[in-house]
């Protein structure tokens, strides 16, 4: 089952094949997030333009990389949403032309369920659930409880930023350039965790829910307070990040208390890449499986996650309810 996956909802243009739902045969990604380096964020209609520019190079090279011809697909995954709408339409309609073209199935593929499939790619052993998920990127931070691959319940989410959303902001707050991820644990790698205090957001409360909003504030007024605070950035930036992650780490520990059942848990999406993040629970999990994307690329945004959680809506989909063809996206399964 080789599966053409599309991913385009934001600053980055991403074409994969996929055998079988994780085996990657190729994944590209052209992204445009160095124009936004000193915008502090991505533009939406810059975004959608380099969209246009890249879409068809993109899909040739996913396909020449990974020695397929369009005759061999049997199925196009293409991100629906959630994202900007302008990035967004460049993929859907690609992939709805393509998918008449070729005469292929399509299949719309939610974001948050590309992230949630990253934790398998490239890897032979299938989960064992239950799983606890965490998700977090620059537009969401969730916690899921997954008893297969499509089905699950969200256990927590944030009530104001997204993890991610707090990196981009807390780097731009210490003038460090966007993605505020890579730049604030670079800017940090030297530097003491302990130097500052934050607070512990939502501490001692019996929720599972997530706050970034209070120790994006706290930086603020550490910077304003602070003499000659830029000759501190290398303690600063690494205080912020020790309390970011131990914000997420927080409500691992405190979902695990409450479900042990969970045999496994994942943790995806852009901030997933964070090294900090994962020795703090590799270390806090120890004697579970704890699973990260196996490359960096999965992390991110990519196409490759995308062509994955399709293949495994389609094996669903075929076996309920009939087969999803070109002429409609279906609104995907569980996690609509
Ligand atoms: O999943 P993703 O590529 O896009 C969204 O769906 O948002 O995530 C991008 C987010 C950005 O906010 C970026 O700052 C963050 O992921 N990020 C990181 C790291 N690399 C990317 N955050 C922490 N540490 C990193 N190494
Ligand atoms: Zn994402």
Same mark, same amino acid.
């Given at each position: 089952?080789?599966?053409?996956?599309?991913?385009?909802?934001?600053?980055?243009?991403?074409?994969?094949?996929?055998?079988?739902?994780?085996?990657?045969?190729?994944?590209?990604?052209?992204?445009?997030?160095?124009?936004?380096?000193?915008?502090?964020?991505?533009?939406?209609?810059?975004?959608?333009?380099?969209?246009?520019?890249?879409?068809? %190079?993109?899909?040739?090279?996913?396909?020449?990389?990974?020695?397929?011809?369009?005759?061999?697909?049997?199925?196009?995954?293409?991100?629906?949403?959630?994202?900007?709408?302008?990035?967004?339409?460049?993929?859907?309609?690609?992939?709805?032309?393509?998918?008449?073209?070729?005469?292929? %199935?399509?299949?719309?593929?939610?974001?948050?369920?590309?992230?949630?499939?990253?934790?398998?790619?490239?890897?032979?052993?299938?989960?064992?659930?239950?799983?606890?998920?965490?998700?977090?990127? $620059?537009?969401?931070?969730?916690?899921?409880?997954?008893?297969?691959?499509?089905?699950?319940?969200?256990?927590?989410?944030?009530?104001?930023?997204?993890?991610?959303?707090?990196?981009?902001?807390?780097?731009?707050?210490?003038?460090?350039?966007?993605?505020?991820?890579?730049?604030?644990?670079? #800017?940090?790698?030297?530097?003491? %965790?302990?130097? /500052?205090?934050? %607070?512990?957001?939502?501490?001692?409360?019996?929720?599972?829910?997530?706050? /970034?909003?209070?120790?994006?504030?706290?930086?603020? /007024?550490?910077?304003?307070?602070?003499?000659?605070?830029?000759?501190?950035?290398?303690?600063?930036?690494?205080? /912020?990040?020790?309390?970011?992650?131990?914000?997420?780490?927080?409500?691992?520990?405190?979902?695990?208390?409450?479900?042990?059942?969970?045999?496994?848990?994942?943790?995806?999406?852009?901030?997933?890449?964070?090294?900090?993040?994962?020795?703090?629970?590799?270390?806090?999990? #120890?004697?579970?499986?704890?699973?990260?994307?196996?490359?960096?690329?999965?992390?991110?945004?990519?196409?490759?996650?995308? #062509?994955?959680?399709?293949?495994?809506?389609?094996?669903?989909?075929?076996?309920?309810? $009939?087969?999803?063809?070109?002429?409609?996206?279906?609104?995907?399964?569980?996690?609509?």
């Amino acid at each position: 089952m080789i599966t053409l996956g599309i991913e385009t909802s934001c600053d980055e243009t991403s074409a994969a094949i996929v055998a079988d739902g994780t085996q990657v045969l190729s994944c590209i990604i052209a992204s445009s997030k160095d124009a936004f380096e000193h915008a502090g964020g991505v533009i939406p209609e810059h975004a959608a333009r380099e969209q246009i520019r890249s879409i068809h %190079p993109v899909i040739d090279q996913a396909l020449a990389e990974a020695s397929v011809s369009p005759k061999d697909i049997d199925l196009i995954a293409v991100t629906r949403g959630p994202g900007l709408l302008g990035s967004l339409l460049v993929g859907t309609v690609t992939a709805r032309t393509l998918a008449t073209l070729w005469k292929k %199935p399509l299949i719309g593929v939610h974001h948050t369920l590309g992230h949630l499939s990253s934790s398998w790619l490239d890897t032979n052993d299938e989960p064992q659930f239950p799983v606890l998920t965490l998700s977090a990127s $620059g537009g969401h931070t969730e916690l899921w409880l997954r008893t297969d691959h499509l089905q699950g319940e969200l256990l927590g989410s944030t009530r104001d930023d997204a993890a991610g959303e707090a990196f981009d902001k807390g780097a731009s707050l210490l003038g460090l350039p966007y993605p505020g991820g890579p730049s604030i644990s670079q #800017a940090g790698q030297s530097g003491d %965790p302990q130097a /500052y205090p934050f %607070p512990r957001p939502l501490h001692g409360e019996p929720t599972l829910d997530f706050s /970034y909003s209070g120790l994006k504030t706290a930086l603020k /007024y550490l910077l304003r307070d602070l003499p000659d605070a830029t000759s501190h950035t290398v303690n600063l930036a690494a205080s /912020y990040e020790y309390a970011l992650c131990r914000h997420l780490a927080d409500r691992i520990a405190h979902a695990l208390d409450r479900h042990d059942a969970v045999q496994e848990v994942h943790v995806v999406g852009g901030v997933s890449a964070n090294s900090r993040l994962r020795a703090m629970l590799t270390e806090q999990c #120890a004697g579970r499986v704890v699973r990260f994307p196996t490359r960096l690329l999965y992390c991110t945004d990519n196409a490759a996650m995308i #062509a994955s959680a399709g293949t495994f809506l389609r094996n669903h989909i075929r076996q309920s309810r $009939g087969f999803a063809t070109a002429a409609s996206l279906p609104a995907g399964a569980v996690f609509s």
